[in-house]
């Protein structure tokens, strides 16, 4: 079965078809569960007794499924001979040119399907009237029963009437013509009636859309819309809207504007009830109007208040009278409540204002009992209470005379205007009037405040004195801190501790600020007390900062010893100083001179060692130890200690004094070490001798960087002379030896090349004068040996040979000589060449 508003299932239960079988030429009843028998007349068709109840059922809102009528037709034919169900249950089909095919399914009322089509084809666009489609209707019924007709369906709305669907119309667009219609009448008839007429229209016939019928709507501009839904009355609506825009604090609207929604809802849909302002005279006292949206019990609230204020006499049984006849003209939702206006004030109280009596009146009395209990509100809340006193909600009364909060002034000579603002206390304006002028430099004194004091009460009601007792700090062990009243309590603090410092009392920021927090808990406090350190930038050095309490000659002092221990030692001198105190005292109080002596120390046959003021000593005292070790006296470490103990005694240093010997590494030979107060030349020289001692051999190179990096460590008074030694030798020649070498080594080498170049020598009497000169200035540490140089050849048969080379002949020609004797080849002639040029020097014979 279909979905409509009853479901019902074909119950084919075969015991039920047993009485069936048994009487075959009789009327059969197939039962189908839900109470609605199917009954098949002998000698009708199966097929046609199916269709005809199904559509029988069609307008209750019964429907079948395809599936549930062939179990219909199996449950009935099963028993029965194939010429007793001969038709079958059939889809019928019939083309309509350019409009479409009427199908009626199984089950489906001719009528209903042919409506159907018209409708959907209507909806399409096509012109179909009822007439012609007669035929078609004559067509489906030749081939299936055609139980229901195709006319018009009516329903019947109890107090409305009835809403009738034509054949080939939307069910819908029946329903909101009908639905129109009979507002503009007048009727009765809601979203509810209309949707329950749909309902039941629906179940005779398909329905291919919902009933639309919108509400009328206007905006109102900065407050909302007003909606009226179909069948509601648009005066109606209005007042709802009127109430709820009061209540969000739009207050009460005009009536021309109320009427001009009314008109623009009119014209979109009837209107049976008018909008009024409901009115009534009351005699001796004037006419009370009820607003739109207005609460009968708020209109009459206000009416007795205001006829109250105007001196009428108006009770609460008059009221109740009004009250009750302005119910039966307009809907009352609220009781009359004719109790005080309250309204509560956080954490201060409540004002409470009677019918009848004036707000401002009421405020004004309730503030001054306030600020009696020792409370301020001001004007700004004072006004602010009184609007919500006189707001126009429910519960609150139309003001008329104004609180008055303007400030009370009096103009002081010579310091300006004494203000007392509205619901402050007279004394407490005096006070901050006077603190005020003594943090602008004025001094009031008590005398000054009370007679200020005096026209301030004459204007206003005071309930406080001026708090004017003259107050003092004790500063345990340095003095006693003045506070009179009237008077700046940071410099009275300012002064005291520029009087403690000057008795010499050290009060550093920290115990400053806790004296100022101390005054100050005594005194108002208009400025902080500054503790902050004085600085002073000085050009290329740095800021020289005076710590709040410090003298600044000790400041100056200690901040010189600071340049001085960073490497600034003589950069600022005795007069620089100075020029720094004189430059600090122009901010800061000074009470001590700055000592800028110079250091001195005598030491008895020697000199004065002096330390000028700002000097490194260190530096003043090394520079005093060079000078007397280059005067030429003698100082060892300890004596070099004393001195600088000495002036450190007088004076901060900063660095220790190294008088510890130098060491400086020559790799592979040893350590030169300097003791202090010896030259390093001497050491140098020291070493070297040594070195030559124990076999190592130094050029001037070498020496020279030896004494560059001796003399980067310290301080050299003199040289070492590398320049090479240069003898003549009459009718002999020049001979050079370099700084360093072998004095007869050179000598022996000098003779052999002169005499291998030609020159006539004797060798013995020549080598013994140029030693004996060479010697006078060079230290010689051997004999001169003029025998022949010797060097053992292995030759290839396995002998050893002697290679000769006497003084004079060049190494060369005794080689060649060597080498024919005894036939050797110039690669072994090169060996025993390098051989022989290891023992001797055997370059220059071929340049003299």
């Known amino acids: 079965m279909g979905s409509s508003s009853r479901w019902l299932r074909v119950a084919v239960a075969w015991a039920l078809l047993a009485p069936a079988r048994a009487a075959l030429s009789t009327t059969q009843t197939l039962e189908i569960e839900g109470g609605y028998p199917l009954v098949c007349d002998r000698g009708k068709e199966p097929a046609d007794c199916i269709e005809t109840y199904a559509q029988k059922l069609r307008p209750s809102g019964i429907t079948f499924e395809r599936e549930q009528l062939d179990a219909m037709f199996e449950a009935i034919c099963l028993p029965l001979s194939s010429d007793s169900c001969a038709k079958q249950l059939t889809e019928l089909e019939l083309p309509l040119g350019g409009v479409g095919t009427i199908v009626v399914k199984a089950g489906e009322a001719p009528a209903s399907a042919v409506d159907d089509f018209l409708v959907t084809a209507r909806a399409a666009g096509h012109k179909l009237d009822v007439e012609g489609v007669g035929g078609v209707l004559q067509h489906f019924c030749s081939q299936k029963p055609c139980v229901l007709p195709l006319k018009p369906l009516r329903h019947e709305v109890e107090g409305v009437g009835a809403v009738t669907v034509a054949v080939g119309q939307e069910v819908a667009d029946a329903v909101e013509a009908w639905a129109l219609a009979a507002r503009v009448q007048g009727l009765p008839l809601g979203l509810d009636g209309v949707a329950e007429a749909a309902r039941a229209l629906c179940i005779q016939k398909k329905c291919n859309r919902g009933v639309a019928l919108p509400p009328a709507q206007v905006d109102l501009e900065g407050v909302g819309t007003v909606t009226v839904p179909f069948g509601r009355e648009p005066s109606e609506l209005i007042e709802v809207f009127a109430a709820q825009a009061y209540t969000a604090g739009h207050g009460l609207l005009p009536f021309e504007t109320h009427q001009?929604?009314?008109?623009?809802?009119?014209?979109?849909?009837?209107?049976?009830?008018?909008?009024?302002?409901?009115?009534?005279?009351?005699?001796?006292?004037?006419?009370?109007?009820?607003?739109?949206?207005?609460?009968?019990?708020?209109?009459?609230?206000?009416?007795?208040?205001?006829?109250?204020r105007a001196g009428h006499a108006v009770g609460t049984e008059g009221a109740t009278a009004i009250m009750e006849r302005l119910c039966s003209l307009k809907k009352c939702n609220v009781p009359l409540d004719l109790g005080p206006d309250t309204l509560k004030i956080e954490n201060i109280g409540t004002v409470v204002v009677g019918l009848g009596e004036e707000p401002s009146v009421k405020l004004l009395d309730w503030l001054e009992r306030v600020r009696e209990a020792g409370q301020f509100v001001g004007a700004d809340a004072a006004t602010k209470i009184l609007q919500n006193l006189c707001h126009p909600s429910p519960g609150r009364k139309v003001c008329r005379v104004p609180l008055n909060v303007a400030t009370w002034k009096l103009n002081v000579t010579g310091v300006g205007m004494l203000t007392v603002p509205f619901g402050a206390e007279p004394a407490d304006s005096v006070l901050g009037f006077v603190e005020s002028a003594v943090a602008a430099g004025h001094v009031i004194d008590v005398e000054g405040a009370s007679m200020m004091m005096e026209q301030a009460c004459q204007a206003k009601k005071c309930y406080k004195q001026l708090d004017a007792v003259d107050r003092k700090l004790e500063v345990e062990g340095v003095g006693t801190i003045p506070l009179p009243f009237g008077h700046d309590p940071t410099t009275r603090v300012t002064n005291f501790l520029h009087q403690a410092r000057q008795a010499g009392h050290r009060i550093d920021a920290t115990a400053a600020t806790q004296i100022m927090q101390g005054a100050c808990g005594m005194r108002k406090c208009h400025r902080p007390l500054d503790v902050a350190d004085f600085q002073l930038k000085v050009k290329?050095?740095?800021?020289?900062?005076?710590?709040?309490?410090?003298?600044?000659?000790?400041?100056?002092?200690?901040?010189?010893?600071?340049?001085?221990?960073?490497?600034?030692?003589?950069?600022?001198?005795?007069?620089?100083?100075?020029?720094?105190?004189?430059?600090?005292?122009?901010?800061?109080?000074?009470?001590?001179?700055?000592?800028v002596r110079e250091t001195t120390l005598n030491i008895s046959g020697i000199g004065t060692c002096i330390v000028p003021y700002g000097a490194d000593p260190l530096v003043m005292v090394t520079r005093f130890l060079d000078q007397v070790i280059d005067a030429g006296h003698v100082l060892d470490s300890s004596m070099a200690a004393q001195i600088y103990e000495g002036i450190c005694a007088q004076t901060p240093c900063y660095r220790p004094i190294d008088l510890q010997p130098y060491d400086l590494q020559v790799q592979g030979i040893g350590t030169i070490r300097v003791p202090f107060g010896t030259e390093p030349a001497n050491s140098v020289e020291n070493f070297i001798v040594q070195a030559k001692e124990a076999g190592h051999q130094f050029n001037a190179e070498q020496v020279q960087n030896i004494m560059d990096a001796m003399c980067g460590a310290k301080r050299c008074r003199r040289q070492i002379d590398t320049r090479p030694y240069n003898l003549t030798i009459e009718d002999v020649g020049n001979l050079t030896i370099p700084y360093g070498a072998d004095p007869t080594t050179e000598v022996r080498n000098f003779l052999a090349r002169r005499i291998a170049s030609g020159v006539a020598v004797e060798p013995s009497l020549a080598g013994t004068t140029i030693m004996g000169a060479v010697c006078a200035s060079l230290t010689c540490t051997r004999p001169l040996d003029l025998s022949p140089v010797s060097q053992p050849v292995k030759l290839a048969t396995g002998q050893v040979r002697t290679l000769y080379v006497p003084l004079g002949t060049k190494p060369r020609d005794a080689l060649f000589q060597f080498g024919n004797v005894h036939r050797l080849s110039m690669a072994i002639l090169q060996d025993i060449f390098n051989s022989l040029c290891s023992v001797m020097d055997c370059t220059g014979y071929d340049e003299e």
């Open 540 to 595: 290329d050095i740095g800021t020289l900062a005076v710590r709040f309490g410090d003298e600044p000659a000790a400041a100056v002092m200690r901040w010189v010893g600071e340049v001085v221990k960073a490497g600034g030692g003589g950069m600022i001198d005795a007069d620089g100083a100075q020029q720094l105190l004189e430059n600090v005292c122009k901010s800061v109080p000074c009470f001590a001179p700055l000592d």
């Open 260 to 308: 001009a929604v009314m008109a623009n809802l009119c014209a979109q849909m009837p209107c049976h009830v008018p909008l009024t302002e409901k009115t009534l005279e009351i005699e001796g006292v004037g006419e009370i109007r009820v607003a739109v949206g207005q609460e009968v019990a708020d209109a009459v609230r206000t009416f007795v208040d205001n006829a109250r």
